[in-house]
């Protein structure tokens, strides 16, 4: 599907297909995964564990290969990209807000927030500039010196949302943002990521099981045995 890079979705699937392969058993996980999110949308992934969430998640975001179909972000097919231009796509335009990247704990909430600039090759002064303001932004000022281990579950969450969102990524991939939080802060977070949303038009997708999450966002994609059962 050539044009599906020439329109205005940011994030488009085509018949996405991902099979795992575990010793001699193949599971699939992605059967055929079509969608197209527009720029500057707030969309939750929605399905039952095992659904394929995390796996759709780990396309769009060019973490792991897909067997058959086509993920094109701004029009860039990844099918054709190599492991470097992968590399690449993800620390120019894809914040990830990820369990499995959970903030360093030896590092500070500031240095947390550093790190990827420092990838980037962001002077040290504009780090601790943005890192300062984008801290603030999320509530934390006073609390860049910080270790994980001396926040809360929440703060954590907002800390590892601000080094998401620091070098103003057009995508920001969450997946089970609000897991290990109450209600109250499930909230505070969301309002917090709906507005940066809002001011700053970057494209929201989050995988969830959590219910005030799924309210919470525009537009719902649910997920049902590895394929979009709705989209309402
Ligand atoms: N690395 C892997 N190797 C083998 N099978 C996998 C692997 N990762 C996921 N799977 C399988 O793929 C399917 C989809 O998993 P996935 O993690 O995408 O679901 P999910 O909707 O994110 O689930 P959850 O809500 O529990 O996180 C499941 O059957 C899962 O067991």
Redesign the pocket.
């Known amino acids: 599907m050539e044009a599906g890079g020439q329109d205005s979705a940011i994030v488009k699937c085509d018949a996405v297909v991902k099979t795992?392969?575990?010793g001699a058993i193949q599971?699939?996980?992605l059967r055929g995964i079509s969608l197209s999110i527009a720029r500057g949308e707030f969309v939750s992934l929605a399905?039952?564990?095992?659904?394929?969430?995390?796996?759709?998640l780990?396309m769009i975001g060019g973490l792991d290969r897909f067997g058959s179909g086509e993920v094109w972000v701004e029009g860039a097919p990844l099918s054709r990209m190599n492991n470097s231009e992968l590399a690449d796509l993800r620390l120019s335009k894809i914040g990830f807000v990820f369990q499995a990247y959970n903030l360093i704990p030896v590092l500070s909430a500031r240095e947390n927030v550093e790190f990827i600039m420092q990838l980037q090759g962001v002077a040290q002064a504009e780090r601790r500039d943005l890192s300062r303001q984008i801290l603030a932004r999320v509530g934390l000022a006073g609390m860049e010196q910080r270790l994980p281990a001396e926040l809360s579950g929440g703060q954590q969450q907002r800390v590892a949302v601000a080094r998401a969102l620091v070098s103003h990524p057009a995508i920001i991939l969450a997946?089970?943002p609000t897991a290990n939080l109450d209600s109250k802060n499930s909230l505070e977070l969301l309002t917090m990521m709906a507005e940066l949303n809002l001011e700053s038009g970057t494209t929201l997708i989050v995988?969830t099981?959590d219910p005030q999450v799924i309210d919470f966002t525009r537009r719902k994609l649910v997920?049902k045995d590895?394929t979009v059962a709705e989209d309402y």
């Open positions: 795992y392969q575990q599971v699939p996980a399905g039952a564990s095992g659904s394929g969430k995390t796996t759709l780990n997946d089970e995988a099981h997920i590895g």
